[in-house]
């Protein structure tokens, strides 16, 4: 149990297109799902927390309209880097909770190795 | 406002021999306390966690950990470690109760040698 998954893995685009990003719980329904931020040899920085169906909650100092976040379902986050700039280049994770793991652990994803040209 | 504090950003070690990576906290509420390991290029995977109860609480691959409150740590251990033990382990930190932020330390790369 508590499986969750990340598509793609890796992903290279240029400057100024979007890329999204998909995050699913398999085993589980996942009510709350959170997504990070990591550069390299540093720790993860919790970049937005979406519960399903309503609207995320960022982080201070996260840009909304330039991370979409939607979480339309209780197995399916996206995470959308709009018009991408070299800067937004990072390994983003995500993780998720709930359903019959109860709300007291996440389950982090493989990530996703975002680098813009 | 709640932080974690780890207290050696690396651990050199030789194979077979123990191994103790260290976490303080700081809350002025009950938390639930988590340890993470993540290896190269890879996502985080939950080694252990406490939550409440008793205080020594044994995870995955042989690691362990104990919750001390009065001194506000929640230490991993491992008494014989091995060469795939190399990673970068975060110990992180929530609010007990409901859903929750959770909040990481800066991490530990555990690097172990033949």
């Known amino acids: 149990g508590a499986v969750v998954s990340q598509h793609p893995s890796r992903v290279i685009c240029k400057s100024g297109t979007s890329v999204k990003i998909e995050c699913r719980s398999l085993?589980?329904?996942?009510?709350?799902m959170f997504w990070y931020r990591q550069f390299p040899k540093q720790s993860l920085m919790l970049m937005a927390t979406?519960?399903?169906?309503?609207?995320?909650?960022?982080e201070q100092g996260v840009e909304k309209d330039k991370f979409l976040i939607n979480h339309a379902s209780l197995t399916l986050s996206t995470l959308t880097v709009t018009s991408a700039h070299p800067e937004d280049s990072s390994f983003y994770i995500c993780?998720?909770?709930?359903?019959?793991?109860?709300?007291?652990?996440?389950?982090f994803g493989p990530g996703t190795r975002l680098t813009v040209l | 406002a709640q932080s974690v504090t780890q207290l050696d950003s690396q651990v050199p070690v030789f194979e077979e021999a123990p191994v103790e990576l260290r976490c303080n906290y700081s809350?002025?509420?009950?938390?639930?306390l988590f340890w993470y390991v993540q290896y190269p290029n890879q996502g985080l995977q939950l080694l252990l966690k406490?939550?409440?109860?008793?205080?020594l609480v044994k995870g995955i691959n042989g690691f362990e950990a104990e919750f001390n409150k009065s001194q506000t740590s929640f230490h991993l251990r491992k008494p014989s470690v091995h060469i795939s033990d190399t990673a970068e382990y975060f110990c992180?930190?929530?609010?007990?109760?409901?859903?929750?932020?959770?909040?990481f330390g800066a991490g530990t790369r555990l690097a172990v040698h033949p």
């Open positions: 809350s002025s509420v009950s938390v639930y």
């Open positions: 992180a930190v929530s609010f007990s109760g409901g859903y929750n932020k959770l909040i």
């Open positions: 993780s998720a909770q709930g359903g019959t793991l109860g709300t007291d652990t996440q389950y």
């Open positions: 085993d589980f329904q996942a009510t709350t």
């Open positions: 979406s519960n399903e169906g309503s609207k995320a909650t960022y």
């Open positions: 406490y939550l409440s109860g008793s205080t």
